[in-house]
């Protein structure tokens, strides 16, 4: 399967600052990532889709202007924490969506592993 | 978006088949099961998807009932490295929700020697 990288894997920082986390595709083209996130012992909880070129689409309850998404190109997606504060300290996970031509579905979706932030 | 339910957990014996079952009965016509799984501490894995009819590939099977309201995932020849949550989900293919895969709690998988 495609292959989506995540920089840093984890990262520590002090309250009150900004911590940036890029997600990269790294052998496709993706005009649509999505912006996870995971508490310890929980699932999967969707932040936000990222659309290369224009704004993020955020879920209910996410702060947009805490968790800045940033989709300047096809293949990088960044989300920005900031003012972080303690209970930001999660598991970030980005996907990217990878188009498929003459399949069905007409895309497959892949993960990166993850970012591991804790504020302290 | 059809929601799923699966078992906290599960138990498998090494080299033995593991068939982690999932209920999707509100699943609709034009939506695709996908099986993920997530090793501690990674980002998930895409393991298999299917529509209909039952599909293989070299990581597992996937059985989809002919009334589609449920599916069982079957690994043939479970190792210790298949100990993971194991995620079921729908995925929609049109609406406001396209594309979005939303994660349940997912089947605990334990692996034993």
């Known amino acids: 399967g495609a292959v989506v990288s995540q920089h840093p894997s984890w990262v520590i920082c002090k309250s009150g600052t900004s911590v940036k986390i890029e997600c990269r595709s790294l052998?496709?083209?993706?005009?649509?990532m999505f912006w996870y996130r995971q508490f310890p012992k929980q699932s999967l909880m969707l932040m936000a889709t990222?659309?290369?070129?224009?704004?993020?689409?955020?879920e209910q309850g996410v702060e947009k202007d805490k968790f800045l998404i940033n989709h300047a190109s096809l293949t990088l997606s960044t989300l920005t924490v900031t003012s972080a504060h303690p209970e930001d300290s999660s598991f970030y996970i980005c996907?990217?969506?990878?188009?498929?031509?003459?399949?069905?579905?007409?895309?497959?979706?892949?993960f990166g592993p993850g970012t591991r932030l804790t504020v302290t | 978006d059809a929601k799923t339910t699966q078992p906290p957990s599960m138990d498998c014996a090494e080299g033995r088949a593991a068939n982690l079952p999932c209920n999707h009965s509100t699943i609709s016509g034009n939506e695709y099961v996908y099986w993920y799984r997530q090793i501690h501490s990674q980002g998930p894995q895409y393991i298999i998807h299917g529509l209909k009819n039952n599909e293989t590939n070299e990581m597992a099977s996937l059985i989809i009932t002919e009334d589609r309201k449920s599916s069982t995932l079957i690994l043939p020849h479970a190792t210790l490295r298949d100990t993971a949550v194991y995620y079921c989900?729908?995925?929609?293919?049109?609406?406001?929700?396209?594309?979005?895969?939303?994660f349940g709690q997912g089947t605990i998988l334990t692996v034993h020697p």
């Open positions: 996907s990217a969506r990878q188009p498929r031509e003459g399949t069905s579905p007409t895309y497959e979706q892949y």
């Open positions: 990222s659309n290369e070129g224009s704004k993020a689409t955020y």
């Open positions: 989900i729908v995925r929609p293919t049109g609406g406001t929700s396209y594309g979005k895969l939303t």
């Open positions: 052998d496709f083209q993706a005009t649509t």
